[in-house]
């Protein structure tokens, strides 16, 4: 008979509290894995994925993906406008799901810094990315919504602004560019106020649907 | 008519006054058309001290007093030199009050300057809406606010009728206001849909006041005359409440930004459990225990139209208790809405997890379950209903799905021993990765409780509660009928075990944001991830088929023979002494909550979002147009960090 409870060390077999490792890509990330299974950490390689991907939170979750580690160096350029914001869009959506990623590489987009806080930075390229010790910053930049208007709440510069959007074209196109969408159609507002980054052309909305809540909840 | 209806300070500044938005929509059902205007003394005052003190006395300050001071009466004692017209009344008192219990005043006594001034101002703004009737909606520590106020409308303009109702004036407390108080003319018992309508309608019409149900009135000589009660408002006519003017006020108010407006709505009123179980220490449904509650279609509507109209998604339902039907009728209703609502709702502690699903789903993210202990033996004493081991599981249970838990221990109970603690706080450490208390209090007696009502519970000599002192100037029997809260010889646990069960609630506390337990398949085993603060930072690895069926079957608290039982029923026997000594071994690990012969295993599916980090660093270095270094991708080695 097996021991009834043994001990291992502390990421023994994963690097973190997770049962699993899957060496996977951005367009399998939140394929459904075995009912049942435990939570995993998901490795990728590959990073050029995420310029089609369809990561969703709610598919990381289904999926049980507890983590995700980039191997290879990532750069957010100009240049490559698909990728970019397909990326940032699979960092907002592991956000919001609470899920912490490791990555490095380097950020050479057209915008102040202060509008990305929310999302996990790359890591110093110095060394191999390594997995975060949880979720970053939870609810830096999130919104909520409710019937005929939606509820910013934004503190990545340190104050904390709510604003309610309600004209429909507005939220229409918050919703619209949550997957990269061409720039020409967003209102000059959500630009102006940070909440949708234009990238050569196309565009993405930066704060997430709020999906899970804190604990406290009163804390965001 | 012309009619103010008034909400003074400590009313919560983020919240309209629920009172006040009821009578507002029920003035309504009166017989002719009137006037109605909302005053909200409680945002005027915050705005005051702001402007007086050039913004160093903030809304932070006041909700220390509304939070914190509420048990002190910290609030009443602010406003009590407004009301005896004495700048330093019973200063002294109320110094060595706080002392005694080691106690922040916070700004109280420079807040205190000011409530004089401010008293004046508000009779003025009220009078100058020229109210024919002016009603104040008092409940906790509004009372010496609004007499404050009171007494320099009836100064100022005599003609002006004075009503008072609310929590503070249910059962005796009522009458003993109006006796106490000679510049009120009225004060109603009891809930007030009927009583204040009828009211109205009597002094519109210039009738006699006999017939108001629940009306302490003055008699020929001034005398105080008190009418009999009538029943319980029935269910329909508990209007949907108009917040008209709060969210005009909250619009206007230079607090504006400072401030997160939350919505206050009742579904229910009473206790189905108090009907059956009144909670021993439990006063807050003072007369009016029936449970009643509105029908789920009418919820979901009236809920829909007040988020529609203020554009506000957080929610504060004030029931004493969810309905049970509303898990089958209301959440699926809120849940098919479709939109992001933060609700907080009191439940009952027993939920099943499928429950805690649908309250998720439907948007209540924080609920108060009254757990109040974790040990049976002292909840069977307050007649709470629930086991130990259901409170620890609903606490494991609302970590996975993200529901914040209210909670406060309470100890001092009649007839609880240090015996039945001392295991318990044993066990804290364990539980550190669950949501601690927020407070830990030995009980007062609650008007109303039955620990007030049946002396021989335990609390057989009683006095009103030491805080009154620094309030009320009375005559000692009219304010034993004015108090709410008492106080008597201390029982229950005391000395090294009280000492023992507070600084074990602290360290938990104190631990907790650290802290994670977490367990997920490993193919055919369990693995629980050990990361609380206190334990060794390691991987329990939970093997062989019997022990993971008996991991699995611990999710519910269960005996050890019940636990045998199941097992050799699902054909995966052990013998008792290897199953008790396998159970020794997950208690040794922290890995499961014992109490009163029952076992519940603690290891949360996920870890619990943190969202407190404070300020943003500036961490997303941008290269803006720099050329890259490489045109390849370098790749990296993975790599991984030891968790």
Redesign the interface.
Same mark, same amino acid.
């Given at each position: 008979?097996?021991?009834?409870?043994?001990?291992? *060390?502390?990421?023994? *077999?994963?690097?973190?509290?997770?049962?699993?490792r899957i060496d996977t890509t951005a367009d399998d990330l939140d394929a459904v894995r075995e009912p049942? *299974?435990?939570?995993a @950490?998901a490795?990728i390689?590959e990073p050029d994925g995420f310029a089609t991907a369809e990561v969703t939170g709610a598919g990381l979750e289904r999926a049980g993906v507890?983590a995700v580690?980039i191997?290879?160096? +990532? +750069?957010l350029?100009p240049r490559d406008p698909v990728m970019s914001l397909g990326f940032l869009r699979f960092l907002r959506e592991a956000t919001a799901t609470?899920v912490p990623v490791g990555w490095?590489g380097?950020?050479?987009?057209?915008?102040?810094? +202060?509008l @990305?806080?929310h999302?996990p930075?790359?890591q110093p390229?110095t060394?191999?990315?390594? #997995?975060p010790?949880?979720?970053h910053?939870?609810? @830096?930049c999130h919104y909520?919504?409710?019937?005929?208007?939606v509820?910013v709440t934004d503190? $990545?510069t340190?104050r904390e602004r709510?604003t309610?959007l309600?004209d429909p074209e507005v939220i229409g196109a918050l919703t619209a560019c949550a997957r990269p969408a061409p720039a020409e159609d967003v209102p000059p507002v959500l630009i102006a106020a940070g909440l949708v980054l234009p990238v050569a052309g196309q565009a993405l909305t930066l704060p997430y $649907?709020?999906r899970?809540?804190? #604990?406290?909840?009163?804390? #965001? | 008519m012309r009619i103010c209806l008034v909400s003074m300070p400590w009313h919560l500044l983020e919240t309209p006054c629920l009172p006040v938005g009821l009578l507002h929509a029920r003035i309504g059902a009166c017989r002719e058309r009137h006037e109605v205007a909302d005053y909200y003394g409680n945002l005027r005052w915050a705005e005051f001290l702001g402007e007086r003190t050039a913004g160093e006395i903030s809304s932070a300050d006041y909700a220390y007093v509304a939070d914190r001071g509420i048990w002190h009466a910290m609030g009443d004692w602010i406003f009590a030199s407004a009301l005896h017209d004495d700048p330093r009344w019973q200063e002294e008192t109320f110094r060595a009050y706080l002392d005694r219990r080691g106690l922040d005043p916070g700004t109280s006594v420079r807040m205190r300057e000011h409530a004089q001034e401010f008293c004046d101002l508000a009779a003025a703004e009220i009078l100058a809406r020229e109210p024919d009737l002016v009603g104040f909606s008092s409940t906790f520590q509004q009372n010496v606010a609004s007499l404050s106020v009171a007494r320099r409308i009836k100064r100022l303009r005599p003609a002006t009728k004075i009503v008072f109702g609310g929590g503070n004036c249910d059962g005796p407390m009522g009458p003993a206001l109006h006796r106490g108080f000679p510049f009120l003319d009225y004060v109603i018992s009891g809930e007030g849909e009927i009583a204040f309508v009828a009211l109205v309608d009597a002094l519109a019409a210039g009738r006699r006041l006999d017939d108001v149900p629940g009306l302490a009135h003055r008699g020929d000589g001034g005398e105080t005359v008190v009418n009999g009660r009538a029943g319980m408002v029935p269910i329909d006519l508990i209007p949907q409440p108009d917040y008209t003017e709060w969210w005009q006020a909250i619009q206007a108010s230079p607090l504006r930004g400072e401030l997160?407006p939350v919505l206050i709505y009742e579904a229910a009123r009473g206790c189905w459990w108090g009907e059956k179980h009144h909670c021993t220490f439990c006063g807050l449904n003072g007369t009016s225990m029936k449970f009643r509650s509105k029908p789920a279609p009418r919820v979901r509507d009236e809920l829909?139209e007040l988020? !529609?109209t203020y554009?506000i998604?957080d929610v504060v339902t004030v029931d004493n208790i969810l309905d049970t039907a509303y898990f089958r009728d209301l959440l699926p209703r809120l849940r098919d809405?479709?939109?992001?609502l933060?609700l907080r709702y009191e439940v009952k502690a027993n939920l099943q997890p499928e429950q805690l699903d649908l309250l998720r789903d439907a948007g209540v993210?924080?609920i108060q379950p009254g757990i109040e202990s974790l040990n049976s033996q002292v909840l069977r004493l307050m007649d709470k209903g629930v086991h130990g081991t259901q409170n620890v599981r609903l606490l494991r249970d609302a970590?996975d799905r993200?529901?914040?838990v209210d909670w406060n221990y309470l100890y001092g109970f009649p007839g609880e021993t240090a015996a039945d603690y001392r295991p318990v706080i044993g066990q804290f450490p364990a539980l550190v990765h669950l949501?601690p208390p927020s407070g830990i209090t030995r009980i007062l007696i609650e008007r109303f409780s039955p620990h007030f009502e049946r002396p021989e519970l335990g609390f057989a000599e009683r006095r009103p509660a030491e805080m009154y002192r620094h309030v009320y100037d009375l005559d000692p029997a009219e304010l034993e009928d004015l108090a709410y809260q008492f106080e008597s010889a201390p029982q229950g646990i005391g000395g090294a075990t009280e000492e023992a069960l507070r600084s074990g609630v602290a360290a938990w506390q104190r631990d907790h944001l650290d802290s994670?337990l977490?367990w997920?398949?490993?193919g055919d085993d369990i693995?629980v991830?050990?990361?609380r603060t206190g334990f060794p930072?390691?991987?329990?690895?939970?093997?062989?088929a019997a !022990?993971v069926r008996a991991y699995r079957l611990l999710e519910r608290p269960r005996t050890l023979p019940g636990l045998g039982r199941e097992l050799a029923s699902a054909g995966l026997a052990l013998a008792e002494d290897t199953l008790a000594r396998?159970l020794g071994?997950?208690r040794d690990?922290g890995l499961v909550f014992e109490d009163g012969g029952r076992i519940v295993a603690l290891a949360t599916r996920?870890? /619990?979002?943190?969202?407190?980090?404070g300020?943003?660093a500036?961490?997303?270095?941008?290269?803006?147009?720099?050329e890259?270094a490489d045109t390849g !991708?370098?790749?990296?080695? /993975?790599?991984?960090?030891?968790?």
């Open positions: 008979m097996s021991p009834s409870l043994r001990f291992r *060390a502390p990421g023994a *077999a994963t690097g973190g509290p997770y049962a699993r049942g *299974a435990g939570a @950490l490795v390689a507890a580690l191997t290879e160096r +990532v +750069v350029s609470g490095c380097r950020c050479e987009l057209d915008c102040a810094p +202060v @990305l806080r999302l930075p790359p390229m060394a191999p990315a390594t #997995i010790d949880g979720p910053r939870f609810g @830096l909520r919504a409710g019937p005929g208007f509820l503190r $990545r340190g709510r309610t309600r $649907r709020l899970r809540w804190p #604990i406290p909840c009163t804390d #965001i | 997160t829909a988020v !529609r554009e998604l809405l479709g939109w992001d933060r993210c924080h970590n993200d529901l914040t949501q994670a977490t997920q398949a490993d693995v991830f050990d990361r930072r390691q991987e329990h690895i939970v093997g062989g !022990r396998w071994g997950l690990a996920r870890p /619990s979002l943190r969202a407190r980090d300020l943003p500036d961490d997303w270095l941008i290269e803006a147009g720099a890259p !991708r370098p790749v990296a080695a /993975s790599g991984t960090r030891a968790g």
